[in-house]
């Protein structure tokens, strides 16, 4: 049992599996409850598998790992599985590595009481498939490599990858610390391991295996003339106090075991669960959701307090604000009663005054210019030189039949408004001839000219000749005397114009 505290590992407690060990345990989680627990097993009874299945994605590769899972550990508890990448050729297959505690008597004892306690149980986990996270800090590259350690109550742990996948590991039981030395042993051993990845065509003979050793000084030096490099195998003898600089752990080791190791990496890493279910794992669960509520609270009251203490301030100020307003206000009122009491008295109170005011200039905003048909009149006026203009009566209004000499009276063929203009300028125009040599037929000619023109011009909605120099309608009557002498030519026009623009 290690403590870990503040990014280290802080004391060792040993408990074995006897009734008074077990006891001792209790009184243990008695006093340390509340603390999560990660259980890292390394057990001979702890069974690999490599196989392959269909590549499929989402739930169907779920339910495909399940069952193959439960094909190859028929009724087993605790079980692993791992998609490794595709093969290569064929229909390209998912690679899995399947792993799983073929026999679990020996985590009964210490699971009962840790869920008796209520203990969060982060997960189970194995030194097998923890050994990949030692690669980097070896150096390792590509290609073939074993790992090879000593753990002090499980014996000599040998776990080989192919360019960094996890394929297979083994476990091979040592004699007791301090009886024989380890070091035939373990070269034996690592012979065997590579004869047998050899039978299992895990390497060939072109391939260059990198041994990884881990222990102590005195052991890499037992191990010297049996480690030394050969035809296919690479040994590196990485000593405990290299590869715990390389990860931050600060111990001292005294004899060749790397359990303290495989902790640390676990409890540093903090990995994902690999062999609990459920109900292992149910009060970590719980734990975590109970540390998310409560750091949320945490959260909505920090910002309460920071909402609350900037409305407090805009609360403040707003209150000063309003007291200069108020302030202000008191004394441009004090100076508006002192000003009004000078003014004269008139019958109309400067409010309506002011109103008056800004209708007019509104009035006068939106007041129209005869200006665009002075211009049509003008153009037209050029061409006939013998015609002037003796008055002009203009008007704007919405109404075509608008009269400016104030006749409200429709005419039978009234004009019809039309939906492109936005307003009409409608004039009464009188006129005459000047010169006048008494040609009444050119006179009336003249004139008629003079109307055809206007309306022939941009934005003309209609002219009508009013009067002529001469009357000749059906009902007019013709009379006059041998000595009558040369009278005037006048006339007089009305001339509709459409504003399609007020500006």
Not at 66 to 76: E, Q
Request: aromatic content about 10%; proline content about 4%; overall charge negative.
């Amino acid at each position: 049992m290690y403590h870990w505290n503040g990014g280290s590992l802080d004391g060792i407690y040993t408990f074995d599996t006897s009734e008074q060990g077990l006891s001792l345990f209790e009184e243990y989680l008695n006093e340390n409850a509340a603390d999560p627990v990660y259980l890292l097993t390394d057990v001979a009874e702890e069974e690999f598998r490599l196989d392959s299945i269909p590549h499929v994605m989402g739930g169907d590769r779920k339910a495909l790992l399940n069952r193959k899972k439960a094909k190859l550990f028929r009724n087993i508890r605790y079980s692993y599985c791992e998609v490794q990448g595709r093969e290569t050729e064929g229909r390209r297959d998912d690679r899995v590595v399947f792993s799983a505690l073929t026999d679990d008597e020996f985590l009964r004892p210490w699971l009962r009481r840790l869920e008796a306690r209520k203990v969060p149980v982060a997960g189970i986990y194995s030194v097998a498939l923890l050994s990949k996270q030692l690669l980097k800090s070896l150096g390792y590259g590509a290609g073939p490599a074993l790992i090879v350690s000593l753990q002090r109550n499980a014996g000599l742990r040998e776990s080989f990858f192919q360019n960094g996948d996890f394929k297979f590991s083994r476990l091979v039981r040592l004699p007791r610390y301090g009886t024989e030395s380890y070091a035939p042993v373990i070269a034996d051993e690592m012979e065997k391991m590579l004869r047998y990845l050899r039978s299992m065509r895990q390497i060939n003979h072109d391939s260059l295996v990198q041994v990884y050793l881990l222990a102590d000084e005195k052991l890499h030096a037992e191990l010297e003339p049996a480690c030394r490099d050969k035809v296919g195998v690479s040994y590196n003898q990485i000593t405990l106090r290299d590869i715990a600089g390389k990860l931050g752990l600060k111990a001292d080791f005294v004899d060749p075991f790397s359990e303290s190791v495989f902790v640390y990496l676990l409890l540093k890493n903090r990995s994902g669960n690999i062999y609990a279910g459920e109900q292992e794992t149910r009060y970590f669960t719980l734990r975590r959701l109970r540390h998310c509520l409560l750091g949320s609270s945490l959260f909505l009251l920090l910002g309460s307090f920071i909402w609350s203490g900037l409305a407090f301030i805009e609360g403040v100020t707003l209150k000063q604000e309003t007291v200069s307003a108020r302030a202000k206000t008191e004394f441009y009122g004090e100076r508006y009663d002192m000003a009004r009491e000078r003014l004269p008295n008139i019958p109309v109170e400067p409010e309506d005054l002011k109103t008056a005011v800004q209708v007019v200039e509104g009035m006068a905003d939106y007041k129209a210019s005869p200006l665009p048909l002075m211009r049509t009149l003008s153009r037209s006026m050029d061409e006939f030189p013998d015609i002037q203009i003796d008055a002009i009566k203009w008007l704007a209004s919405m109404d075509p039949n608008a009269d400016p000499a104030g006749n409200a009276s429709r005419e039978a063929s009234a004009l019809s408004a039309n939906s492109d203009y936005i307003y009409y300028q409608v004039a009464r125009v009188s006129g005459s001839l000047a010169p006048f040599d008494g040609s009444y037929r050119r006179a009336i000619e003249l004139v008629n000219r003079l109307a055809e023109d206007i309306r022939t011009q941009p934005g003309v909605y209609d002219v009508k000749i009013l009067t002529l120099p001469l009357d000749v309608s059906p009902e007019a009557r013709l009379q006059g005397t041998g000595d009558m002498v040369r009278g005037e030519a006048g006339f007089s026009l009305k001339i509709v114009q459409g504003i399609t623009d007020e500006t």
